[in-house]
């Protein structure tokens, strides 16, 4: 089954204290890319990925990280987090950026950070 | 002003009824809309594409778009009680590859009571 994988789905965690969230897409996709969903604001990109070893900053990049060794995966890293970090994030594919309209999400991870 | 603004309702309708949901927008460089369907505790997933003006039709839905208004619909006829869920429009100048190519409204929720 095609398919976004996210992990964890849920995670309450503190200020400062260093987190990975996961993701992993098994369609053989160019592009990949992190949003946050905030009530009020809709869905920011995060950082994005046009392929391997290719990332770049989206909407809201400060205070994320984003590595992307191997074409099926691409973390999100949260180097020191903090309150203003609490959000529901998504991970997204897509074929290549052309396709960016067909875009596969994950099933989402909430991130709480007191 | 917001790229993109969608009334966030909550909406509710009995099921059968026929359902409008509309996004207004700035930007009158934008040529690809979409509207997605999120499930609650689920990812976004693509319901309709469109470009440019007119209208799609795929089964019970059909996405509209009016240009000189700046304007998209998308209407849902025979409404289920499995539509209830938020809907998002999302729309796009073109996809050349780099950052926030894709603005996102923040979303309808919509429930159909049986």
């Known amino acids: 089954e095609a398919q976004v994988t996210q992990n964890p789905r849920y995670l309450i965690t503190v200020t400062g204290k260093k987190l990975t969230v996961t993701c992993s897409q098994n369609m053989n996709h160019e592009y990949m890319s992190w949003y946050r969903q905030d009530p009020g604001l809709g869905l920011r990109q995060i950082y994005y990925?046009?392929?391997?070893?290719?990332?770049d900053k989206g909407d809201v990049p400060e205070g994320y990280k984003v590595s992307r060794k191997e074409k099926r995966n691409f973390p999100l890293i949260l180097e020191s987090p903090s309150p203003n970090q609490t959000s529901l994030y998504f991970c997204?594919?897509?074929?290549?950026?052309?396709?960016?309209?067909?875009?596969?999400f994950g099933p989402g991870t909430r991130l709480t950070v007191t | 002003q917001k790229e993109v603004e969608q009334d966030p309702g909550p909406l509710s309708v009995p099921e059968g009824a026929i359902v409008s949901l509309n996004c207004t927008y700035s930007n009158s460089a934008f040529q690809y809309f979409m509207w997605y369907r999120q499930y609650s505790r689920k990812g976004p997933e693509l319901l309709m594409y469109?470009?440019?003006?007119g209208n799609k039709e795929d089964g019970r839905f059909t996405a509209q778009v009016d240009k000189s208004s700046k304007y998209i619909s998308l209407f849902i006829r025979d409404s289920q009680p499995s539509d209830s869920a938020t809907y998002l429009c999302a729309m796009s100048a073109s996809f050349i590859g780099g950052a926030n190519n894709l603005f996102f409204g923040t979303g309808t929720r919509l429930t159909v009571i049986p």
């Open positions: 469109t470009y440019s003006s």
């Open positions: 997204a594919s897509s074929s290549n950026y052309r396709d960016l309209y067909e875009q596969y």
């Open positions: 990925s046009m392929n391997v070893e290719v990332t």
